[in-house]
């Protein structure tokens, strides 16, 4: 299937969030589509699947043009895509989710007939029971389950928006394989994508976004990579300017025997030290404690035994809590759901650290020209203090939160996976932010998957491995290989 | 028969209205809609089914009328909140105080009057077969009836393609929208036959079970069945154990009050209203941490429709 997009042109109010974008998928290709946050790409391509309506502009289906005015009609063409919010029902069962997405499904669900749509499932994820509710999916099986939904409505052109910025390295090559197993079967696929490693996994072709308009299209092979980073934000030079050396001798955030319990999980144990001005990286699987562990020490999660110090200072027990600590930064995972109230505006959720010891009626002027300020200096799009948080794209959400913790000096900075989603330019911005509570003496706790990242920035490196520390390495000593063992629950040699 | 059994023929019959509307509610809120109206839709249906067994003789006619009464009543809930966005609480609460008004009104030429329900079951060949006999014999049709239409509900919404769409709309309008399906119309489904199962029930109660009419006749019944929907945990089946938890403290009061207990009938009246509200709060823990209510439920607060 040949497909091309020709002019497309979608506005949402003031933005113009495509502006005239034309596009060519060949068919077999596996299109990589880059740009920085808020250049436009899931629009592009939710335009192409029907789920918006675009102003102008026409799609070219084998040269012919077909109109998709829902995604009902973009199946029955062949066009499926994984959202970067994942759109799977998380109290219904792998098979529910499953039957709910196919095309002719039986109306009546007996054990017998859905073999036909469980055949996938057992092709790409043989680990997945298909009765499990997917609430009880890791992210990356997840992901594999939304893939299955999308190729079982035999789709020959597939959409991937952003699907491996939530998956751990290995699930992540898992996922390449997927895709060049796709292309060789004859299906096209685009993936939408921050991180080079995909590109070079498995597209052939690249085109970049900026702005809302179509910056670039080159051949993948043969492009180096500062070209490629050149063309997504503008500048080669992404890698953060700041580097901290530890002041070592004085610990500042130190957890003592934590343990706490989770849905899924309990951590057990949990002994860590971190010096002022240490990057202590907390690297593992997803799902492996690590929200909890961020929880606990942020004081949103009841400890059930041990203690969290600053400062030699209790700050966390099993009987005290201080969630809002003034001296405490916390970026949480999934910023949207965790860091801030979605329906309210940008100004109030800057507002959120301290909202207690705020007077009764609060100076609102105040509070607006502070949020202007801040949104200025993170470089939060649209830079209007009364919108609602929930409308900004994932990139600048994560901008907000990161302006809110990062912008007081703080004496310990939690970051879980504080650059998920976001382009090489702001993950740079956020890595700045964060080293420079470093050089101020902050502790920092940073949990993240990316592992070239902690070994490039991290001075120590934790690992979690079903809710305990598997080993701390220092960061010059440590390698893949070592820190894959670890993750995966075997011992140092 | 054996006392057990009485007691429990009698719990079935008590309970048959609260099963029904039960079920309905349930229905309607697995599509993301909460209707708070019931209590009205009850009462509508009650009146027009009493009203339909009057004139035709036939009390079949009366069940039919008085489920299409309580449909049409929730047609308002449906216009008020999926067309016009008006906040479900607020869209509930005034079509429980119109069918209430509504009822009233229409209803004063009823009071007084005799109709005669359906034929007993006590002289039949049934009746005369070893242990159950007895028992099967002292239920009546709308009992039959609930009990098939709790089979048919629980089983389509369960095991069918259309049940797990109708889930879906429940538990994510998004997840819905990105298939390109449209919530609205499974909401609008599950409003009406919500609609369409209270008025029954209202119908159960004044033409089967009371075989009179007086105004305000469901005393609560409607309002309870919407608490009882969240003790079942939305789950269909789970609506025939609950109502009959109200059904054995009704049936137990009465037997009580006709034992001649020195409490007041009034308090004793409150016993079917509080054992439901024990079992609840005993529930309530577990529900919360099988997330069993839909998860559309939780944004009525936000007004979207
Ligand atoms: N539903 C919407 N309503 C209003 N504005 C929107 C909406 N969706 C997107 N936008 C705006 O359109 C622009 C493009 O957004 P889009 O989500 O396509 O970016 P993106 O390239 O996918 O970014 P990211 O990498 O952060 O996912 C942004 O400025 C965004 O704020
Ligand atoms: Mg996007």
């Keep these: ?493 | 028969m054996s006392a057990m059994l009485g007691l429990l023929s009698v719990a079935l019959l008590t309970a048959t209205p609260v099963w029904l509307a039960t079920l309905g509610e349930t229905l309607t809120q697995r599509t993301g809609v909460i209707n708070l109206g019931v209590e009205g839709q009850m009462l509508v249906g009650a009146a027009a089914g009493f009203a339909a067994t009057y004139l035709s003789g036939n009390p079949w006619l009366g069940l039919l009328a008085g489920a299409l009464a309580g449909m049409a009543l929730s047609c308002l809930h449906a216009l008020l909140c999926l067309v016009l966005g008006v906040n479900q609480i607020a869209s509930g609460l005034a079509v429980l105080f119109l069918g209430n008004g509504l009822s009233s009104f229409y209803g004063t030429t009823l009071v007084d009057k005799q109709i005669t329900g359906f034929h007993s079951l006590t002289h039949s060949a049934a009746a005369r077969w070893p242990v159950v006999g007895q028992f099967i014999a002292e239920l009546t049709p709308s009992v039959y009836l609930a009990f098939a239409l709790w089979l048919a509900c629980a089983v389509l919404l369960l095991r069918t393609q259309a049940g797990l769409v109708w889930r879906a709309s429940g538990e994510s309008a998004d997840a819905l929208r990105m298939l390109g399906k449209s919530p609205a119309r499974w909401r609008l489904a599950g409003i009406l036959v919500g609609g369409l199962f209270t008025g029954l029930a209202g119908a159960a109660l004044s033409v089967d079970y009371t075989r009179t009419w007086v105004a305000q006749m469901t005393a609560g019944r409607g309002l309870l069945a919407v608490g009882l929907v969240i003790v079942a945990r939305w789950n269909p089946w789970l609506a025939l154990p609950v109502a009959l938890i109200y059904g054995l403290a009704e049936a137990l009061a009465l037997r009580l009050q006709s034992l001649g207990m020195n409490v007041s009938p009034y308090l004793l009246g409150t016993l079917p209203y509080l054992v439901p509200l024990i079992v609840l709060l005993l529930s309530y823990r577990a529900s919360r941490r099988r997330g069993a209510m839909p998860q559309e439920l939780s944004g009525v607060f936000r007004g979207m429709a």
């Design chain 1, 1 to 493: 299937m040949q497909l091309e997009l020709v002019s497309v042109t979608k506005r949402f109010g003031q933005t113009l969030a495509n502006d005239a974008v034309s596009l060519f998928i060949g068919a077999g290709e596996v299109l990589a589509l880059l740009g920085e946050n808020g250049a436009g790409k899931s629009t592009l391509m939710k335009c192409l699947y029907g789920y918006y309506r675009m102003d102008s502009g026409q799609i070219l289906l084998d040269g012919r043009a077909v109109s998709i005015a829902s995604p009902r009609d973009a199946m029955r063409l062949g066009i499926g895509m994984v959202f970067q919010q994942f759109s799977l029902i998380p109290a219904l069962t792998v098979r529910e989710n499953l039957l709910l997405a196919y095309p002719q499904a039986p109306a009546w669900h007996g054990r017998a007939n859905s073999a036909a749509i469980l055949r996938l499932l057992g092709e790409f994820a043989p680990d997945i029971a298909a009765d499990t509710p997917v609430a009880e999916l890791s992210v990356g099986q997840k992901q594999q389950v939304e893939l299955v939904k999308v190729l079982n409505q035999q789709a020959r052109l597939v959409i991937l928006d952003e699907p491996t910025s939530v998956l751990a390295p290995e699930e992540a090559q898992r996922l390449h394989g997927i895709i060049r197993q796709l292309a060789a079967t004859g299906r096209s696929v685009v993936i939408i994508t921050h991180k080079l490693e995909d590109v070079r996994a498995c597209a052939q072709r690249v085109a970049v976004m900026r702005g809302g308009r179509l910056a670039a299209e080159v051949k993948e092979t043969g492009v180096d990579e500062r070209r490629l980073v050149e063309l997504m934000v503008g500048t080669a030079d992404v890698a953060p300017a700041v580097a901290v050396l530890p002041q070592s001798g004085i610990t500042r955030l130190e957890l003592r025997k934590l343990s706490c319990r989770g849905e899924a999980l309990n951590l057990r144990g949990i002994d860590l030290q971190i010096a002022a001005g240490e990057i202590l990286g907390v690297a593992g699987v997803s799902g492996n404690g690590q929200d909890l562990l961020a929880d606990a020490v942020s004081g949103l999660a009841a400890l059930d035994e041990g203690e969290v110090l600053l400062d030699g200072e209790l700050l966390q027990g099993p009987v005290t809590r201080h969630p809002d600590d003034p001296r405490l930064g916390y970026i949480p995972e999934y910023p949207l759901k965790n860091a801030v109230a979605a329906e309210m505006s940008n100004s109030l959720n800057l507002a959120l650290r301290g909202l207690a010891r705020d007077p009764l009626f609060p100076d609102r002027q105040r509070r607006w020209s502070r949020a202007e300020d801040l949104m200025e200096a993170y470089d939060v799009r649209p830079r209007d203090p009364g919108l609602a948080s929930g409308r900004l794209s994932g990139g600048n959400l994560q901008k907000l939160v990161i302006a809110r913790e990062l912008s007081q000096p703080r004496r310990a900075v939690v970051a879980c996976y504080p650059t998920m989603g976001l382009d090489l330019q702001a993950a740079r911005a956020v890595y700045e932010a964060l080293f420079r509570q470093a050089e101020e003496g902050a502790a920092i706790l940073w949990i993240s998957e990316d592992l070239d990242d902690l070994l490039s920035y991290a001075h120590r490196i934790a690992v979690l491995y079903h809710g305990r520390v598997a080993g701390v390495l220092p960061a010059a000593q440590a390698d893949r290989t070592h820190l894959g063992q670890l993750m995966a629950g075997g011992r140092l040699s």
